[in-house]
């Protein structure tokens, strides 16, 4: 029997009828260049013959194949996310105010929204919550600082008895000024004036013009007497207060500048035009104003002030009016109660 491994032959040892006996040692096997080769011990070569493969040693590692070409390039990754946005700078100075050019044809007034309103008609203009009709006509250019005006901004407007300022520069400071063709009292807007003593001649009350009767409502009274500048109370320090007539205890004229509305003036003279009532203060020094109101007597309104002449000095002797109320002012009844302010037309 022969059984073949890839060639390599194993003869039987033992020789045969007509066959050469093994020419080495039987436990090896021959190789086809006649070597043998050791397979161990324990092997039986017997009858038959046995071709077994013998693996060679590993030959040398051949040379590194060329290098391939390079492949394609890559697909572009995806965007990233957007970053936050920055945190807000800090806001910038604000710029310097322009100074603006009169903004139209100068014998008109300015409007509040901005529209041009011609006068020498009947124009209503709105002092505070007072609205009012008004004929008004152009007079001038006052390029100085008009009685002591001041202004903001250009179209700042000063109603007054002297006539009506219409600020049309502030650099230089310069008013386009109106004349008034009749004479009405614009509350808490008036002409400044400067003066050391300023006084309050009483010509009419309620009672004397017979809208109350009866004793009990006569004599003349009010609880405050107040200068103002630009609607507010001026600086009374050192001031004092004097009146004709006849007071009782603790309702003299000082009682009416100590801005305390639980104290009050009285007189127990009822007022008339030929025998007026009259209440001054003395500032000590030049006080300005522009305006002023008072406080209603907290008892009987037949004593409230209905008509009056309202008046500067500088030395107790000779007097400026500054606000003359020769018909019925429009007085509250109610106690204790400040009245509407009067705007000075004169300086």
């Known amino acids: 029997m022969a059984i073949h491994f890839n060639g390599v032959k194993v003869i039987n040892t033992s020789g045969g009828p007509g066959g050469a006996s093994w020419p080495g040692d039987p436990t090896k096997l021959l190789a086809g260049d006649g ?10 070569l017997s009858a038959g013959e046995l071709s077994v493969t013998a693996t060679g040693a590993t030959g040398p590692q051949g040379p590194a194949g060329a290098t391939g070409p390079q492949g394609p390039t890559g697909a572009t990754g995806l965007q990233g996310p957007t970053g936050a946005t920055g945190a807000t700078g800090p806001q910038g100075p604000t710029g310097a105010a322009g100074v603006a050019a009169w903004p139209g044809d100068e014998s008109k007034l300015l409007a509040g929204d901005g529209s041009q309103v011609t006068v020498g008609s009947s124009v209503s203009l709105t002092a505070n919550t007072l609205s009012m009709p008004v004929k008004a006509t152009y007079v ?4 100085e600082n008009a009685a002591g005006l001041a202004a903001s901004r250009v179209g700042d407007t000063i109603y007054s008895n002297a006539g009506i300022y219409v600020c049309s520069s502030l650099s230089p400071l310069t008013w386009k000024k109106f004349s008034l063709n009749s004479t009405i009292n614009f509350p808490g807007t008036g002409v400044i004036a400067s003066y050391r003593y300023f006084r309050m001649v009483i010509k009419e009350s309620k009672y004397s013009q017979g809208i109350y009767t009866g004793a009990a409502q006569s004599g003349t009274q009010f609880q405050e007497l107040e200068l ?5 109370r001026v600086d009374y320090t050192g001031a004092s207060a004097s009146s004709t007539g006849s007071s009782p205890g603790g309702q003299g004229a000082a009682q009416a500048v100590d801005n305390n509305l639980a104290t009050k003036w009285f007189v127990y003279e009822s007022v008339t035009s030929a025998a007026p009532i009259t209440f001054t203060i003395d500032f000590g020094s030049s006080r300005s104003a522009n305006g002023f109101r008072f406080v209603t007597g907290g008892d009987v309104p037949g004593r409230d002030p209905l008509q009056w002449s309202f008046e500067g000095s500088n030395n107790n002797s000779t007097w400026t009016v500054l606000h003359l109320q020769d018909t019925n002012a429009s007085i509250t009844d109610s106690r204790s109660t400040y009245t509407q302010e009067f705007g000075f037309s004169a300086s």
């Open 35 to 44: 070597t043998q080769v050791d397979l161990g011990s324990g092997v039986d």
């Open 140 to 143: 001038a250019t006052v390029t």
């Open 228 to 232: 103002l500048l630009n609607s507010a």
